[in-house]
């Protein structure tokens, strides 16, 4: 089965930075995009970032020149690397993919970042 687990968040002052990781297993890992959001207290969760099997990256524009996305189809990972946080990027932080119609989810790591 589809199966994403997330490590690497912590409690971070702000303009430090924390690399997210994802193992993922269940599914042809290179062939999929993938994708991280992210869920601040009492807000949807909201995309962040997507990396295709190509490796090309997109990301909406908040995050553009502070977060990378990367992804190593060796070690079925996929990386969030943020720089410069901010208190406002405190949030929970998904990994995702899509598959077949359906969505599936990591557990999260809980991302807080301290002004």
């Known amino acids: 089965q589809v199966q994403l687990v997330e490590s690497g968040g912590g409690l971070v002052q702000a303009g430090g930075s924390l690399r997210l990781s994802c193992a993922a297993s269940?599914?042809?890992?290179?062939?999929?995009?993938m994708y991280w959001y992210q869920q601040a207290p009492g807000k949807q969760r909201e995309l962040v970032a997507a990396i295709n099997s190509g490796g090309t990256t997109n990301y909406v524009d908040s995050m553009k020149g502070r977060f990378t996305i990367s992804r190593d189809n060796a070690k079925n990972t996929v990386y969030l690397q943020m720089n410069t946080l901010k208190p406002e990027d405190t949030a929970v932080y998904y990994c995702s993919i899509r598959l077949g119609g359906s969505t599936y989810w990591g557990q999260g790591t809980q991302v807080t970042v301290s002004s």
């Open positions: 269940g599914f042809t890992f290179r062939l999929n995009t």
